[in-house]
């Protein structure tokens, strides 16, 4: 009896012995394995870190006019953003506001249309707009003399300029700006990229804080890239995994402020496989610091910038 238990004792001890190092190993390998899943997820998923010009070069021109989607380009950055609004007669226009005041010289012009909604001027009335002298007025340093008068654009003139000059080099990148109060307005956006000859760019991305106005685009054009927006509040006491996993039937990826972005996003949007766009990002210790945790791209005033890093 006894050497039969001590015979069980050496096998028990032998199949611990044997088995100790393995647990001890595959713990090891597991945690290693979770801090390589931790630390490929500070690594870029896209295969290039994208320059998002966040409204055009807008720290050097007026946003959202053709001289800052220009300096954009000649600055190389891939995307040219641009805020969408619409217009009492359904035209979209670059606009990040969805009041023309703080952009435009609407109140010297229209002084009796407060509060200079978009959606109640036309498109007529807002071309008499000058969306440049404003800039000159702000920023004296940066002044230019061909900023002055400079228009509002519509989308397609923004289309056309990124096509003539982007190279084959430069896509858009455009967010459904308040698309609650302008019905229709994912479909005006879909049929004007068909038309544009856009709609096929694999590089294209819609962007939007609204994940109603996201899903329609998913269901009318299935094959564009779709990147939701977060602030600091839409993620408030959200389980990001769940969160990310939830939004990745539909999302290409996510475009958090900048601030939000810490390891655990990143590693709950790569493990999603969601690409990270902050936004947004204008100094060079807040470009840098986003790039070591592996951000995909970051929306910048400064394409110069953040391409001279990327360099
Ligand atoms: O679209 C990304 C970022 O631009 C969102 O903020 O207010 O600048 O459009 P906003
Ligand atoms: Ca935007």
């Known amino acids: 009896m006894k050497n039969r238990f001590i015979a069980g004792l050496a096998c028990l001890s032998l199949a611990v012995t044997i088995a100790v190092p393995w647990a001890v190993n595959a713990l090891a390998s597991k945690q290693s394995i979770a801090a390589n899943n931790k630390q490929s997820s500070l690594h ?21 006019t053709l001289p800052a989607y220009k300096q954009a380009m000649q600055m190389k ?4 953003e641009i805020d969408l ?16 005041e703080r952009t435009t010289n609407v109140e010297q012009i229209y002084p ?26 702000a920023y004296p340093d940066l002044a230019k003399k061909e900023y002055m008068g400079q228009h509002v654009p519509t989308l397609e003139e923004a289309i056309t300029l990124v096509k003539q000059q982007g190279n084959g080099k430069v896509s ?23 038309r544009n000859y856009v709609i096929h760019d694999q590089n294209l991305i819609i962007e939007s804080f609204s994940e109603e106005s996201l899903r329609k685009f998913k269901s009318m054009a299935p094959n564009v890239k779709l990147i939701q927006l977060y602030t600091a509040s839409m993620l408030k006491g959200k389980d990001v995994n769940q969160e990310f996993k939830r939004i990745s039937n ?25 690409v990270v766009h902050p936004w947004t990002v204008n100094s060079q210790e807040d470009m840098a610091g986003l790039l070591s945790l592996g951000v995909d791209g970051e929306f910048t005033n400064a394409p110069d910038k953040l391409a001279g890093l990327l360099k």
């Open 44 to 64: 870029p998923i896209a295969s290039h870190v994208s320059v998002i010009a966040h409204r055009g070069a807008s720290a050097y021109a007026p946003e959202h």
């Open 85 to 100: 609004q619409m217009t009492k007669d359904g035209h979209l226009i670059a606009m990040h506001d969805e009041t023309l």
């Open 172 to 194: 858009l990148y455009m967010e459904t700006k308040a698309p609650n109060i302008y019905p229709g307005m994912e479909e005006k956006l879909i049929n004007i990229l068909k």
């Open 112 to 137: 009796n249309r407060a509060p200079w909604q978009v959606k109640d001027f036309t498109l007529d009335e807002i071309r008499q707009l000058d969306a440049g002298s404003w800039f000159n007025k």
């Open 77 to 80: 950055a891939d995307y040219v």
């Open 250 to 274: 539909y999302a290409y990826g996510i475009g958090p402020s900048k601030e939000l972005v810490v390891p655990k996003i990143m590693e709950a949007a790569h493990q999603n496989k969601l």
